[in-house]
């Protein structure tokens, strides 16, 4: 095991360097390094990690989610409220669709099966999202018009939406066939003993319940964390105040795994911001602490999704997948993007920059693309693959495409 974190430490971070060196994202070499070290090639990293690699995920994307949330600007959120919105909302609808009805032409889905592949596809990572958006804000690129604050909230709430959709139409197929599952789960839940609501039709209030009680547990905890850390009593420094918010952020995420009824990313977000308002000095010094947790879980965040990677399931859907990563992007996601900031005081160079700044999977996919195989859905192996390749295509490339574009199609406030 000792071993494996060298490895895993090492090689991420000099594979990540010389990425670097080389002009493209850091993110890549650590990827590379991750297929390398991993059971595809060398063989590296033991199974004891491999095993424990969707627990290190959560650390690093609760870390990076926490950023997030130190990083939103308040005044910004106000302006733009309506836009992250709906980036919330309609781009990944419309990637969902789309993706479903080009894996039907592709790969004979029926239309359940091609959505479960479509929220699998469409939702965002955030180990890109953020870093990119942090780093616009540090530039000041977009900022009078609080573009990366509407992009980073826009993605934690489209992440809810799928993840939601993706359990109701996986606890559907997983029962055999997509019609004994619709009415096996046909008897819902019965109000007053007079209306019955299918999953389906409940979806829309536990998307609400998700969002409401993640926001609303979020500022409990940063109120807790602002009466414990600011009062100087129980911390002295800066990393002992960050280790406390670390593991009250990694609390959240476990305990809405244990308990779904709250969206534990945007928990976490909301904890970040909400200490933002509450107590301004510990949320500058935490933000120093996490940006260095930062680096250590985003090498072992990186390094881990490269050695999940199943090659060998690329081989013979290589071509099919690119078409419909291209279709659902290109049609469908281009269309939640005009719809989502129609009628707001975006120009047109900043609506295009939607589509580098907003359209990166990585860590979601990595840890729910092996989920419908592992529950025997029919076509769970092409969803496993279309994952692996969404993570090889989509995150270097949107990790690159932030820098180059946004001096192109941003203004510097």
Do not use: H
Not at 61 to 75: C, P, S, T, Y
Not at 291 to 305: D, G, R
Not at 311 to 340: C, H, K, M, N, Q
């Amino acid at each position: 095991m000792l071993a494996s974190i060298i490895w895993i430490f090492l090689g991420g971070f000099f594979a990540g360097k010389i990425a670097a060196r080389l002009g493209a994202p850091a993110l890549l070499g650590m990827v590379l390094a991750g297929i390398a070290l991993g059971p595809q090639l060398v063989n590296r990293i033991g199974p004891e990690v491999l095993s424990a690699a969707p627990g290190l995920r959560t650390i690093a994307v609760m870390v990076i989610l926490m950023k997030a949330g130190l990083g939103l600007d308040r005044e910004k959120l106000a302006q733009q409220g309506s836009v992250a919105l709906r980036l919330g909302f309609l781009p990944a609808t419309c990637e969902a669709i789309a993706v479903a009805m080009t894996a039907m032409w592709l790969f004979d889905f029926d239309f359940f099966t091609g959505l479960l592949l479509g929220c699998v596809v469409g939702a965002e990572s955030p180990a890109v999202i953020v870093p990119g958006m942090l780093r616009l804000k540090r530039l000041g690129l977009g900022v009078a018009k609080g573009i990366p604050d509407a992009i980073l909230l826009g993605s934690a709430l489209s992440d809810v939406l799928l993840l939601l959709v993706f359990s109701l139409l996986l606890a559907f197929l997983s029962q055999g066939s997509v019609t004994e599952g619709v009415e096996g789960a046909a008897a819902g839940i019965s109000l007053f003993g007079v209306v019955t609501l299918s999953p389906l039709q409940l979806l829309p209030f536990q998307v609400v319940i998700q969002v409401g009680l993640g926001i609303v547990l979020g500022g409990l905890s940063a109120r807790l964390l602002a009466a414990l850390l600011g009062s100087g009593k129980w911390t002295q420094n800066q990393t002992q105040d960050t280790l406390v918010a670390a593991a009250c952020a990694l609390s959240l995420g476990v305990i809405a795994t244990q308990l779904p009824l709250f969206s534990g990313y945007l928990a976490v977000m909301a904890m970040g911001f909400f200490l933002i308002q509450l107590n301004a000095p510990l949320a500058r010094r935490l933000r120093e602490g996490f940006n260095t947790l930062w680096v250590v879980a985003e090498i072992m965040l990186f390094v881990l999704l490269g050695a999940s990677i199943q090659l060998s399931v690329l081989e013979d859907l290589l071509w099919a997948g690119l078409l419909l990563l291209a279709i659902g992007t290109f049609v469908g996601r281009s269309l939640g993007w005009f719809l989502a900031t129609l009628g707001s005081n975006w120009t047109g160079r900043e609506r295009l920059f939607l589509l580098p700044g907003n359209s990166a999977k990585a860590t979601v996919q990595a840890a729910i693309g092996a989920i419908p195989l592992a529950q025997r859905v029919q076509g769970g192996d092409v969803i496993l693959a279309i994952a692996a390749l969404s993570i090889l295509v989509t995150a270097p490339l949107g990790a690159w495409a932030f820098p180059a574009f946004a001096t192109w199609l941003l203004e510097r406030g």
